[in-house]
């Protein structure tokens, strides 16, 4: 097939930081502490990690080896893998619904990372040390046009991180994900010391296996482990595209997924110590981010030193994630549309993004806007994603690329837990979604 992508990853370590940061979120940041901590702690922990492994192992290889296949990215990935059934012309359609994903949720989601930025201008000016941190929450969240100027700035920024494509999107995460892990490092090793974090600590790593006859807190562990590996049909096949033949992609998502359950657990050790030290309940979402943490932070010796370190990693924790929304829907339009040069095709993403997302600032608009994308959206391109890879696709022709490159042969052991494991498992997933409203 025609070469459509930007080049490739020039290292195996590029490739996986890129994939880590594409992984890391907010689902680590804020929603992993939140859901550890409401969930059971340990034994929530415990099952996430089960999944964690079962997920990375077949579904996230699947779609790096369906990117690099295809050498291409979603659209492209689609249409391949339904043309060894020989019905490419449904590939071309069923894939539209993944990549609409992507863009749907980079717009709320420049919308939520512009809230961060804002949170980092007032550390580093120090105003965010005086301010009562709900009510100066709700100054910007309530309101209409309230972080325009940051909101631009994210856009852009993350714009021309896309620009060369492969590498300039991989030098960037050479620089943002090992400062992201040493950050969130530096202030777990402060939280350590706080009174009474110990508390916190006993709660993630003592289980209480009483939790698990609830089988919301299995269901819940199994969707966090999912969609944090952004599993979702569609962020992960353009990684794959980019991924020389040389490389294992087992070997490749395995590092993935230690990396990016790494990321959520320095993320919970810094949460949940934290809000345990300071006697606070435990909130997920905006609330634990902008509210309790900031509030935390003041009362901390050289709190505003952390707080500039907390909001400056989750800023780049949230543009490596929309760097690859944005370059998931940038390659797919020029796949479909070849005419397009990638900077029209990406000023057009970013039009788009800032025109649509600007008036779903407040978080009365973009949450909801959120919550739909994951209870209808996502699940489902997620579990078209699944089905196409394990049951459409030649089987011979999806072990192929798994076993280029790869120091292991894999056969039908692989393939079998992939086709009656994982795809079974994102189904439950998707009519949990869709028949209980729930977003993951």
Known sequence: MENNTQGKFKSKWGFILTAVGSAVGMANVWGFPYKLTDNGGAAFLAV???FIVIFAYVGLSAEYAIGRRANTGTLGAYEYAWKTRGMGNVGKIVGWLPLAGSMLIAIGYACIISYVLKALVQSIDGSLMGVDTGTWFESFALTEFSVVPFHIAIVVITLLTCITG??????ANKFMMPLFFVLFVILAI?????????????????????????PSVIVGAMGQAFFSLSITGSGMIVCGAYLEKKEDIIDGAKKTGIFDTTAAMVAALVMVPAVFSFGMEQEGGPGLLFVT??????????????????????????ISSLQNMFEVVAESVMYRFPK???KVTLLILGIITFGVGVFREPIFKWGPWMDIISIY???????????SWFWVMKKDELLDEINTGSKKKYGDTWHNIGRFIYVPLSIVLCAVALIFKVAF
Do not use: C
């Not at 959206?377 to 089905?387: N, V």
């Open 48 to 50: 996430y990690l089960i």
């Open 166 to 171: 492969a590498d300039s999107i991989e030098k």
């Open 190 to 214: 402060r939280v350590a010391f706080l009174p009474n974090a110990f508390a916190g600590y006993e709660f993630l790593f003592k289980p209480d296996w009483s939790h698990l006859k609830d």
């Open 293 to 318: 943490l900031p509030r935390i932070l003041q009362d901390m010796p050289g709190g505003r030193l952390f707080a500039i370190a907390l909001f400056l990693a989750v800023t780049f924790g949230g």
């Open 340 to 342: 397009l040069s990638r």
């Open 377 to 387: 959206i996502i699940p489902l391109g997620a579990t078209i994603g699944a089905i």
